[in-house]
């Protein structure tokens, strides 16, 4: 995670501002107290609230003002901004929020018809607000059972703690760490820009003080949705009102002779994350395996640490299924900028302790080799409690299995998606967060739909993407703006019909397409 930025800006906001300068939706980046503050109007309505995301850190005053909320810049989340409560992830925590006065100027008696100008004033600094436990609890299930404590089995419980539910929550997770950032593993913890804190997505006393029974280290052999238990690998059975799968995905295993030494890393879990960092220390020679995001993030974390990498492929260039082929080149030429050489067009035939053989006789030296080939989804335990599967979890648009007391959510769910008028499975911890949350609300009895607009990015050296919608397959690219100044957009369709838009430092436009995706789906007006 980056650092939050407190560098101050602008006008010191106590001290008044005219209200001329700033139009309805626009906003004016100041301070106060010696805080970051931004100024947002909003119609009749001033707002004064923190100007840093409390995510990783992003000038809110770069995002988008839409209606009565702010949308962040760099990873989408939602502030409202009458509250400050985040109200879509990834930030989890609110921004605050000032107190405002507004000294309106008597109007000039020559312009009687001119609304009156003037001064708005940041007071005091206004304590959190803590989300009024909702009205609309319609059900109340007697405990819910959460296996899983990744992006979606963090957010439903913390949703349903904020929603009054006052029932027992268990969250079962394999993993030995409390919920992390999993972005964070191959980006800046593995650079070495980021700190071993910064991984986790609450610090271990928010389960304890949220009366969340979290259990680490344990994994869920069984559901048995006759008698609604859920039994574990230790022979304990558990007893649940309602259950939220929400198991991710594992990554798929390379087979070939070697493949088992103890110097090839897989990175899923913080435990792989925090091995893989202690190998990097003393590595000279890294080969990655695979060109996906999280190879080419690993790629370039490795370069950070002076590392020498080779990356192995078999596409012809990276990313290129989903990028398409002039973006996938540039990345590819960013990362041989940085030194990485790439064997593609081949895969890898044995490992041994030094040297890793590819299947065109090539031998690459490599002390460290990271496989990442991509994932699969984790649906053995629904597949055998004869949940309905399709490449995934089969939910529907409130995330309800075929069994009306199991939800599911993040990498496993596939759901009925209104951009694409299909049912889709993602990847992206943004969306496994949004789906956590709108199925701890489903548990409750609320009905919401899912239908967030899906949305990802990658960061690799100083280069950020930004993707938001779905193309998993698209007939036409469209580039708008200069790839080599890194300041572009690409646009995916099929049949003439806009799929997905990718950004490259384009925040704004990356925002845009997000609420235009919206309004086709008739999510705004
Ligand atoms: C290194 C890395 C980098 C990434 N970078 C990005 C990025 O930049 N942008 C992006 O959008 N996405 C990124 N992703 C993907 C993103 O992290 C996932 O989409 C997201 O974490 C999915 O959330 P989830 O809750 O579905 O699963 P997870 O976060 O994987 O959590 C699954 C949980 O289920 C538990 N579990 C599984 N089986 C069992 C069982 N039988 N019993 C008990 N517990 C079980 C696991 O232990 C874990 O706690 C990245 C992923 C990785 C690994
Ligand atoms: S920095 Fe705001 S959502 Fe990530």
Request: charged content about 20%; some cysteine; glycine content about 10%.
């Amino acid at each position: 995670m980056g650092e939050v930025k407190t560098e101050l800006s602008g006008p010191d906001l106590t001290q008044g501002v005219g209200l001329a300068a700033i139009p309805n939706g626009a906003m004016l980046l100041g301070h106060a107290g010696g805080e970051p503050v931004l100024l947002v109007r909003g119609g009749d309505e001033v707002f004064a609230i923190g100007a840093i995301c409390p995510h990783y850190g992003a000038p809110l005053v770069e995002g988008l003002v839409v209606g009565a909320t702010i949308r962040c810049p760099w990873h989408h989340a939602c502030f409202n901004l009458r509250t400050g409560q985040a109200l879509r992830p990834p930030a989890l925590d609110p921004v605050a929020r000032w107190r405002v006065k507004v000294v309106h100027n008597p109007a000039p008696q020559h312009m009687p018809e001119e609304p009156p100008a003037g001064t708005v004033y940041v007071l005091e600094r206004l304590p959190g607000v803590d989300r009024p436990p909702s009205a609309r609890v319609l059900k109340v299930p007697e405990s819910v059972v959460i296996v899983g404590g990744g992006a979606a089995g963090n957010a439903a419980a913390a949703v349903l703690r904020q929603e009054g539910y006052r029932g027992p929550i268990t969250m079962l997770s394999a993993d030995q760490s409390p919920p992390c950032d999993r972005p964070n593993l191959s980006k800046g913890y593995l650079a070495g820009t980021a700190s071993d804190e910064s991984n986790l997505l609450r610090p271990a006393s928010f389960y304890q003080d949220n009366d969340i029974a979290l259990s680490l280290g344990t994994r869920v052999a069984a559901i048995n949705t006759g008698r609604n238990q859920v039994k574990l690998v230790d022979g304990r059975q558990l007893t649940y009102g309602a259950l939220l799968l929400a198991t991710g995905a594992e990554p798929t295993r390379l087979e070939v002779p070697g493949g088992e030494l103890p110097h090839v890393h897989y990175l899923r879990t913080l435990a792989d994350s925090r091995a893989l960092v202690s190998k990097a220390l003393a590595a000279r020679h890294a080969v990655v395996i695979g060109a996906s995001f999280i190879g080419l993030e690993v790629a370039a974390s490795l370069r950070a640490r002076n590392i020498a990498v080779h990356v192995i492929a078999p596409e012809a260039i990276p990313m290129e299924r989903i990028l398409g082929a002039e973006l996938g080149q540039f990345i590819r030429q960013l990362h041989e900028q940085h030194g990485v050489r790439f064997h593609l067009g081949t895969t890898v035939t044995t490992i041994d302790e030094e040297v890793v053989t590819l299947k065109n006789g090539e031998r690459v030296p490599a002390d460290l080799v990271v496989v990442g080939i991509g994932v699969r989804p984790a649906i053995a335990l629904a597949e055998r409690a004869d949940l309905a599967i399709d490449r995934g979890v089969t939910v529907d648009e409130y995330l309800q299995t075929s069994d009306p007391h199991i939800f599911a959510a993040g990498d496993i769910a596939r759901w009925p998606d209104r951009l694409t008028g299909e049912r889709i499975r993602v990847e992206h911890f943004v969306v496994a967060e949004r789906q956590g949350q709108t199925a701890a609300r489903n548990i409750l009895g609320y009905r919401e739909r899912f239908d967030a607009v899906p949305f990802f990015w990658t960061e690799q050296y100083d280069l950020g993407i930004v993707y938001v919608g779905h193309a998993e397959q698209w007939d036409e690219v469209h580039r708008d703006g200069d790839l080599e100044a890194r300041d572009c957009s690409f646009t995916y369709r099929r049949d003439g019909k806009t799929l997905a838009v990718a950004t490259i430092h384009r925040d704004q436009e990356a925002l845009r397409a997000e609420i235009e995706f919206e309004q086709t789906i008739g999510l705004r007006g």
